[in-house]
């Protein structure tokens, strides 16, 4: 019986352009984080080792300080061997970053890449068989090709993958999909006795043998992961295998939807991101529908740019049409405007009404006048 | 405000004046100077603004200066709602007081009055429309500033209540200030607009770059595999290659050793060759040999048979020769006679010239001789004769003068005659002379003439003065020809005559000598010809002698010429023949030579010949002597069949080694060690690239790309929102402003309309129909168009500004008249303007006077005469 632990597409150094510097900053060093996380859980669930199935890093070409300091982080728990398998963000092809002097100079002794298919020994008893991608575009089944030929001769396998596989993604046009037949042929055969793939960024299981699995990566990376943040604790024996799930992600991507057509509307929005917790280390992606009052419109921005220096980044609407600002009667009223300031003013709600660049462009030039008018009379 | 009336009372120099004004048109107020028209403009001015008691310098200035008493101004005046009447008096028992009439009839006095009538006025009129509507002499030539104020506000109403305050002027500074932040006055974008786009340019080039740069990367990353898989297969042919260039080696190698087979079997046949060859040679000079006997023999037969030709042509011409040559020696003989006979014949007819020669030479001589005797002669009667034609006639005319002379003394001189009754002598004048008896002698009498019978009587006769004159005269030409006589040695003119004939032959004689002299001697002196005939005649005398007898001398010179000239004939012919036979003789000769030197050559070919066919035919023995010509044969057999021996080895070889196809084994195999090598070139090349590129990807891998290029991604997006919402904002102030502008513009437009029509309506009556005018902001005018051609205010002429000036402030009297306004005051205007313009302006002004009360002080009345519908007031002292 073996107890490993079995994650994923750690991807270090992906950035994401909508964090500013500074929660890039915390980003990058939970990401970094969670390798330390993952070292201690596995010590502390006695686990003999941790495979890492593909897309450890987010390119052969992530900067030094990222090797380093992740080589540095798998190095505070030199009891617990990582095996890492190249993925499709990091082949092993010949501007690898796995054979770049940096890596080969700092790597540690806990610390195995998978170059080939050949057996690895683990521990006693158990062998680790990578498929690492040769390149971006390989152009074959790799994990059924190491799976091939292994005998089935008493010895625990565990097989590390990366790519989609062929009964969740079905595309004729992919030559590298993994076929879950020879998977489950060759657990069948019981040759291999579990596959730890990588690839998909949610905890998914695959067939329904259970001991085909994708780990998830362990910090989310897009809104529109539905598991995200795990790590996968794997008991292995040659005729039962226990897999658990445990969170390990700090960081939470949410994305909603908002219809907003009054001030009760943009309450509703600004209740939500008040409601948010661990607001740091949140990302919030709104899209916001519909038209308001000049007025509404000057509140709910108030709002967002507060919730903005709260979160870890707030990404607005995709696309200024989503959420129009319509002036109404009111917001002018109380300004009492005359004479060619209100001639001025109807010329630009009449061009305000239709719709086109023009119109967007007088929606925003009614809105500063809004805001013009505001001071003057303040 | 309306002014009814005003009344000053010792009010400076003026002791009263009252005034009444109609509540509308034009009143002008006529006055001299100092009559007080000026102060009753200044007096509104006092009575509304300084309280009674003021000590104020201008209010000190009013107090009459002749009488102690305080000057006093009233003035019933109408504004808004209320009619007043005001009264004060300063100086002097002062005093204010107010009454009210309308709305409401009330009094005040003192001070509450004065404040009263200051609220009043604060309430109802607008002051600097006031001030504005006094025009002074020469003071206003700026405009007015009729922004705000009661003009802005009727112009308000009259643009229909759509009336703009302070907050929409704020507004509209606040959007022009919200312009600026993105452009520039004239419409360019502002600098950090063009920065933050020029950032967002950078951004995106950045991030291409870096994407170029990882895509360069990836390429390398997959050419690196590429390469790798290249070397496989080049290894792979590599070995391939080398094991077929084995085979070839081999092959190439059989065919070598044919080679060298062939190469010798070359040899052999190249000796038998030579060997050949060489008896081929000796077989050659032998048959050489024989044949040179044969044509050495045949020469020789040749040459004798020739020589033996050769001799009766010889014997031939020698014939010739002798024959020839003796016809030669008799012509020679022959010749020498005939010249001998030439020669005597030329002499004979030479010595009969010279003989016919001489004749006429001594002849000749005898002539010149003769000649030069009667020229002597000649000469010496010339010499003596002296008298010539000249003298003959001088002679002859000095005798006809005599005769005159005697004629006149004749006729004028007494006469004597003398009749001789008998023989008698007499003497006349001295000289007997003896009378015959019976006859007369005259005599003439000049000067005095005796006539004397000797012993007897003695006449004289004196001639008288003239005849004594005649005398004189007669006397004088007998002188004179006596004289000339005696010069040329003669008594008388017949002896002058006879003397001149003489001498005149002389003359011609000496001539006709000189001639004959001449023509016979030639060109030769006397004594030259004389010689010449005494040599010739010596020389025939000594022909004579010399010559023979035979054969005789012919007679004639012309026979002897005969004679001779035969005898040249005889010569030549002679001699022509002479030469023809030398010539003969020469080409006889000549032949003669050619025939012996031929012989003599012959004969020695001949000799040659024989002896060269003498040493041929040795030679020929002694070869023969050491090798017969049949051995010779032989050899040449053999040396041939052992040839065709080697040629027929050798050529079966090289048809074997031909089979081989010994170039194309040679071709393939230097192609395979080519190919061989070009492997081993291309194998290094791989791998030379292969490290360079593993070293490229290394030092790249290093600088994390990747990373980077996530950060520019992130900064361009940055950059992108913030230049487009940057952006959307600019252009949303853009559109506002201009949206406003316009408006604002429109709304200016409409508002000033009224004013500006009322100004143009006016001005058009002084201007033309063709006026314009441009109102600024503050209502003031800024340009002026007419005719077509527009100026700014300020560029007009003095004239027009002052005329631009009143009108507008009329137009604004016509305007803000309904709401109250104030009335015009001018206090003598128009100062700038000329006669012309000046008939207008009145038609302007009477026109404003339709709707405004107007008020025109002046001491110049033709200045305003053309104002109709004016009330005109005078003021006199």
């Known amino acids: ?378 | 405000m309306r002014i009814h009336r005003i009344k000053l009372c010792n009010y400076r120099g003026v002791s009263q004046c009252e005034v009444t004004f109609p509540v509308q048109g034009v009143t002008i107020i006529e006055g001299d100077n100092e009559i007080g028209k000026t102060s009753l403009s200044e007096a509104i001015d006092l009575l509304l603004a300084e309280r009674d008691d003021s000590s104020k310098q201008r209010v000190r200035a009013v107090k009459p200066a002749h009488k102690d008493v305080g000057a006093e101004v009233e003035i019933e005046l109408s504004t808004g709602p209320y009619r007043f009447v005001y009264r004060k008096r300063w100086h002097r028992q002062r005093e204010t007081v107010l009454d009210i009439l309308e709305p409401q009839r009330s009094q005040a006095t003192g001070r509450e009055a004065h404040d009263k009538v200051r609220a009043i006025l604060d309430e109802t009129l607008d002051e600097t429309l006031w001030e504005a509507f006094r025009l002074k002499q020469g003071a206003q030539l700026e405009q007015a500033a009729f922004a705000g104020g009661s003009l802005g506000r009727a112009l308000d109403k009259a643009a229909g209540g759509d009336t703009t305050g302070d907050r929409e002027d704020d507004l509209w500074e606040r959007i022009t200030a919200e312009r600026e932040r993105y452009w520039t006055a004239t419409g360019q974008v502002k600098a950090d607009r063009t920065t933050l786009a020029t950032r967002v340019a950078d951004a995106n080039a950045r991030v291409a770059a870096l994407e170029t740069a990882l895509r360069s990367l990836d390429d390398d990353a997959a050419a690196v595999d590429r390469l790798c898989d290249e070397a496989e297969v080049l290894l792979e042919r590599k070995n391939a290659q080398e094991k077929s260039a084995i085979a070839l080696v081999a092959q190439f190698e059989a065919i070598q050793g044919r080679r060298s087979d062939v190469a010798r079997l070359e040899g052999l046949r190249d000796t038998a060759l030579a060997k050949r060859d060489h008896v081929l040679g000796i077989s050659n000079v032998r048959a050489e040999l024989t044949q040179r006997v044969v044509d050495t023999a045949a020469a020789v037969v040749e040459l004798e048979a020739q020589v033996a030709g050769a001799r009766p042509a010889r014997q031939e011409v020698a014939t010739r020769l002798h024959t020839v040559q003796q016809e030669f020696e008799a012509m020679k003989v022959e010749s020498g006679q005939a010249e001998i006979a030439q020669r005597r014949a030329t002499a004979d007819r030479d010595f009969l010239r010279q003989q016919i020669e001489v004749a006429q030479l001594s002849e000749r001589l005898a002539r010149a001789t003769d000649a030069a005797r009667r020229r002597s002669e000649a000469e010496a009667v010339l010499d003596s004769s002296r008298v010539d034609d000249a003298l003959v006639a001088r002679i002859e005319a000095a005798g006809i003068e005599v005769a005159k002379a005697e004629a006149a003394a004749a006729t004028g001189a007494a006469t004597i005659g003398v009749e001789a009754m008998a023989d008698v002598d007499l003497e006349i004048d001295g000289q007997a002379d003896a009378l015959l008896g019976g006859t007369t002698r005259q005599l003439m009498v000049d000067g005095s003439t005796e006539v004397s019978v000797p012993g007897l009587i003695t006449v004289v006769v004196n001639a008288g003065a003239e005849a004594q004159a005649l005398a004189d005269r007669l006397a004088e030409a007998r002188a004179t020809f006596r004289a000339t006589c005696e010069e040329g040695g003669v008594n008388d003119l017949a002896e002058a005559r006879l003397a001149a004939t003489e001498r005149n032959e002389g003359a011609r004689t000496l001539v006709e000598t000189a001639k004959s002299i001449t023509d016979d001697l030639r060109d030769l002196t006397a004594d030259a010809l004389a010689q010449k005939v005494a040599s010739l005649t010596a020389r025939i005398a000594r022909y004579q002698q010399e010559r023979p007898t035979e054969p005789p001398v012919p007679a004639t010179h012309d026979a002897a010429e005969l004679v001779a000239f035969e005898a040249d004939a005889d010569l030549q012919r002679r001699r022509e023949e002479l030469e023809r036979l030398e010539k003969d003789l020469t080409r006889a000769r000549d032949d003669m030579q050619a025939l012996e030197l031929g012989d003599a050559s012959n004969g020695a070919r001949l000799e040659q010949a024989q002896i060269a066919a003498a040493h041929e035919q040795r030679s020929l023995t002694e070869a023969r002597g050491v090798m017969p010509d049949e051995a010779i044969d032989t050899q040449l057999a053999d040396a041939e069949a052992t040839l065709s021996a080697r040629a027929a080895e050798l050529s079966e070889a090289q048809s074997q080694l031909a089979a081989q196809d010994p170039e194309t084994v040679e071709e393939l195999l230097r192609n395979a060690r080519a190919v061989q090598a070009r492997l081993a070139g291309e194998l290094h090349d791989n791998e030379v690239n292969v490290r360079e590129l593993r070293t490229k990807l290394s030092l790249l891998g290093d600088e994390g790309l990747a990373t980077q290029l996530d950060m520019a991604k992130s900064e361009r997006a940055h950059l992108t929102v913030t230049h487009e919402q940057v952006e959307a904002r600019a252009t949303a102030a853009k559109l506002l402003f201009d949206t406003f502008a316009r408006r604002r513009t429109e709304a200016h437009h409409r508002y000033v309309a009224p004013f500006r029509e009322g100004i143009e309506s006016l001005g058009r009556l002084v201007f033309g129909s063709s006026l314009g005018v441009e109102l600024a902001d503050d209502l003031s005018i800024s340009r002026r168009t007419l005719d077509g051609v527009t100026l700014d205010f300020a560029d007009l002429s003095t004239g027009a500004k002052e005329q631009l000036g009143m009108i507008s402030r009329l137009a604004c009297a016509s305007i803000v008249a309904t709401d109250g306004g104030a009335p015009v005051i001018f206090d003598d205007a128009l100062g700038w303007s000329d006669p012309r313009k000046l008939e207008r302006m009145g038609a302007a002004i009477s026109k404003a006077g339709r709707s405004c009360q107007i008020i025109v002080l002046t001491c110049t009345p033709g200045r305003y005469a053309s104002v109709g519908d004016a009330s005109v007031v005078q003021l006199a002292s």
């Not at chain 1, 994923?8 to 500013?20: I, S, V």
């Not at chain 1, 020994?121 to 091939?148: M, S």
């Not at chain 1, 419109?297 to 108030?302: F, G, P, S, T």
């Not at chain 1, 009404?353 to 001071?375: F, H, M, N, Q």
């Open chain 1, 1 to 378: 019986m073996t107890k490993f632990l079995h994650t994923a597409d750690w991807q270090l150094g992906m950035t994401r352009h909508f964090l500013a510097d500074e929660a890039q900053a915390r980003f990058t060093a939970a990401r970094i984080e969670a390798i330390s996380t993952i070292g201690t859980l596995a010590m502390e669930e006695g686990c003999s080792f941790v495979v890492v199935g593909g897309d450890v890093f987010e390119s052969n070409q992530v900067e030094r300080q990222v090797v380093l300091r992740s080589l540095e982080a798998m190095k505070s728990t030199p009891d617990v061997t990582f095996y890492l398998l190249p993925g499709n963000h990091d082949p092993l092809d010949a501007a690898s970053v796995f054979r770049s002097t940096t890596f080969l100079d700092n790597r540690p002794a806990n610390v195995v890449v998978l170059e080939n298919s050949d057996p690895v020994l683990a521990a006693d008893g158990i062998e680790i068989v990578g498929a690492p991608w040769p390149n971006k575009r390989p152009l074959v089944d790799l994990v059924a090709d190491a799976v091939t030929g292994l005998p089935s001769d008493g010895t625990l396998r565990v097989v590390v993958g990366h790519g989609s596989t062929d009964s969740l993604s079905p595309d004729p046009n992919n030559p590298a999909l993994v076929v879950l037949g020879d998977l489950e042929a060759a657990l069948a055969a019981d040759a291999v006795h579990y596959v730890a793939l990588g690839d998909r960024h949610s905890t998914t299981e695959v067939g329904g043998t259970g001991r085909i699995w994708y780990s998830g990566a362990p910090e989310p990376t897009a809104y529109d992961e539905i598991d995200p943040g795990n790590v996968l604790i794997v008991e292995l024996s040659p005729d039962s295998v226990i897999v658990e799930r445990r969170h390990v992600g700090t960081w939470q991507f949410v994305r909603r939807e908002f219809d907003v057509t009054g001030s009760e509307d943009c309450q509703k929005v600004e209740h939500f991101l008040e409601d948010i917790t661990d607001k740091a280390r949140t990302i919030v992606k709104l899209s916001l529908v519909g038209q308001l009052s000049l007025a509404d419109m000057d509140r709910l921005e108030a709002a967002l740019g507060h919730a903005s220096d709260l979160l870890g980044a707030l990404e607005r609407w995709e696309r200024r049409c989503d959420l129009v600002a319509l002036p109404d009667g009111d917001d002018f009223e109380g300004l009492g405007l005359s004479g060619f300031a209100a001639a001025g003013l109807e010329d630009l709600r009449a061009l305000g009404a239709g719709a086109g660049e023009d119109s967007l462009v007088a929606r925003d030039a009614l809105g500063l006048l809004y805001r013009l008018a505001r001071t003057s009379t303040s």
